[in-house]
């Protein structure tokens, strides 16, 4: 894979996991009724926010050591 997809490809997970962070939090704030789907969204998105963000910090460092060696 080529340093710059890895790194759009590191920045887009990084994107998403902050996504997910913030609808995990929004939906364990939440106080009104909402729909089994969102609750089980959100349970998930705050479990798996800390593995994307780590696969993106990954993928982010070693595009950036791929790229300096060319």
Do not use: E, Q
């Amino acid at each position: 894979m080529k340093s710059k997809n890895m790194l759009i490809t590191g920045l887009l997970l990084l994107l998403a996991s902050f996504c997910m962070f913030i609808w995990g939090i929004y939906m364990f704030t939440y106080k009104g009724d909402y729909t089994k789907f969102m609750s089980i969204t959100g349970f998930y998105s705050f479990i798996l926010c800390v593995p994307t963000f780590i696969l993106a910090i990954i993928l982010i460092v070693v595009a950036d050591r791929k790229g300096g060696k060319t």
